[in-house]
């Protein structure tokens, strides 16, 4: 199946600093979605983009729907230690059966106090 | 809130085993699907299923058969399990009727001995 190009594939940060990711992808999508997973935990989504060139918040977080719609990043501002996980990008394109997506490999964020 | 639980956390099973994984969402949602998650190959469509008794081959339905006889109710049969099945396996659901987000379970982590 078709896999997104998710990046980085992980990052040491130090608190407090900015994190930015992106997916990449050679087929346009109709809706990206970002998610967390916690260590052992199933992800949980962040953040739902639907229209191209949207860009939207969920507290600390930011992401944006690229404007070619193949494209989406996701930026999280001063990281504290519980931002630790693995993020990852996941779209639908159009015209998908009953809402398949295509996930990213994941970016795996360490965050040193 | 919504919710999507899995019958188990943890399962050790032996070589040739019947398996059954189960999956339960209370959100009336038309839209089931089982991944199987390993280290560097993220999120990994097994199965889905777009209403009861209805289901559709992901990208690796080899060795699993599913069983949706309730919409509630999405259940991973690993007819003889093996040890490369050995795994992180979620469960999501999603509604047709908005812009198709995934919810996750917590995930079972199986180990074929």
């Known amino acids: 199946g078709q896999q997104l190009n998710q990046s980085p594939q992980s990052m040491f940060i130090q608190e407090g600093e900015d994190v930015s990711m992106n997916c990449t992808s050679s087929s346009i999508f109709n809706t990206w979605l970002w998610y967390k997973q916690d260590p052992g935990e199933g992800p949980v989504l962040l953040i739902a983009l639907y229209k191209a060139g949207e860009l939207t918040s969920n507290g600390r977080l930011t992401a944006q729907f690229g404007i070619t719609r193949k494209d989406s990043f996701l930026n999280i501002s001063a990281s504290i230690p519980s931002d630790v996980g693995i993020y990852f990008c996941a779209g639908r394109a159009g015209g998908t059966s009953y809402g398949k997506l295509t996930f990213g490999q994941g970016t795996i964020l360490t965050v040193h106090p | 809130d919504v919710k999507v639980t899995q019958s188990s956390r943890y399962l050790v099973k032996r070589t040739g085993e019947k398996v059954f994984l189960e999956c339960v969402q209370d959100?009336?949602?038309?839209?089931m699907f089982w991944y199987r998650q390993d280290p560097g190959l993220g999120l990994r469509l097994i199965y889905f299923s777009y209403d009861v008794k209805m289901k559709e081959k992901g990208d690796i339905p080899e060795g699993y058969s599913v069983s949706r006889e309730k919409k509630e109710r999405f259940s991973l049969i690993l007819e003889s399990a093996s040890t490369n099945q050995t795994s992180m396996y979620l469960c999501?659901?999603?509604?047709?009727?908005?812009?198709?987000?995934?919810?996750f379970g917590p995930g079972t982590r199986l180990t074929v001995l």
């Open positions: 959100m009336d949602h038309e839209n």
């Open positions: 999501a659901s999603s509604s047709s009727g908005s812009g198709h987000e995934q919810f």
